[in-house]
């Protein structure tokens, strides 16, 4: 009874937290002038890119105009999946609610950091894989990748719903965001 409580309560947290943001602008955008900014700014920051769109170009203003039609399908794609915040993600690690943290990201994307107790699982993966890894459909998962720009957490989520799994959550802010909030991880490669 105390952990439907606990996660009712981050639900809830993460919830409320997520619409005030919301009525303020574009999740992934604030602290800039427009949407557009924040892709061309943050989606390739040094020689890393966040974004796994073979047709991402890395020139400005091709990107100022491609990125933001990006961000309003990703927004649209993500209506109605439940998210928690960094901190009722953390919340919910502390209480010991149990749960099976997933990390989505793959390949050249996938850069060894986790946060503790996740597993590596992403949107290719087989059903039988899935089946291994996830015995049980309706266990708590939650899902996430790099940052609010990646699309991968998003896609495993989708997967895992369309193979019946039924207590699903994102983390939408990612590895980054569990970072930048100064959260531990742990290096698995």
Same mark, same amino acid.
């Given at each position: 009874?105390?952990?439907?409580?606990?996660?009712?309560?981050?639900?809830?947290?993460?919830?409320?937290?997520?619409?005030?943001?919301? @009525?303020?602008?574009? =999740?992934?955008?604030?602290?800039?002038? =427009?949407?557009? +900014?924040?892709?061309?700014?943050?989606?390739?920051? &040094?020689?890393?890119?966040?974004?796994?769109?073979?047709?991402?170009?890395?020139e400005k203003e091709s990107a100022k105009s491609e990125t933001?039609?990006?961000?309003? +399908?990703?927004?649209? =794609?993500?209506?109605?999946?439940?998210? *928690?915040?960094?901190?009722?993600?953390?919340?919910?690690?502390?209480? #010991?609610? %149990?749960?099976?943290?997933?990390?989505?990201?793959s390949g050249k994307y996938d850069d060894g950091k986790r946060?503790?107790?996740?597993?590596s699982l992403n949107a290719e993966s087989k059903a039988e @894989?899935?089946?291994?890894?996830?015995?049980?459909? +309706?266990? $708590?998962? *939650?899902?996430?990748?790099?940052?609010?720009?990646? %699309?991968?957490?998003?896609?495993?989520?989708?997967? $895992?719903? =369309?193979?019946?799994?039924?207590?699903?959550?994102?983390?939408?802010?990612?590895?980054? &965001?569990?970072?930048?909030? #100064?959260? %531990?991880?742990?290096? *698995?490669?």
């Open positions: 009874m105390k952990h439907i409580i606990v996660i009712f309560s981050v639900l809830l947290i993460s919830f409320f937290a997520g619409h005030l943001h919301a @009525e303020a602008g574009c =999740s992934s955008c604030s602290g800039v002038e =427009s949407c557009s +900014d924040a892709y061309t700014e943050k989606a390739c920051e &040094g020689d890393v890119c966040a974004s796994t769109d073979p047709a991402h170009k890395h933001h039609k990006e961000h309003a +399908d990703h927004k649209e =794609s993500v209506k109605n999946v439940p998210t *928690v915040s960094t901190l009722g993600l953390k919340t919910l690690i502390d209480s #010991g609610v %149990p749960m099976i943290i997933l990390d989505a990201r946060i503790a107790g996740a597993l @894989e899935i089946a291994k890894v996830l015995p049980k459909k +309706d266990a $708590l998962i *939650v899902t996430y990748c790099a940052n609010l720009k990646c %699309p991968a957490s998003n896609a495993l989520y989708n997967h $895992l719903k =369309s193979l019946g799994y039924t207590n699903l959550i994102e983390y939408p802010e990612g590895i980054q &965001g569990w970072i930048e909030a #100064g959260n %531990p991880v742990k290096a *698995v490669k």
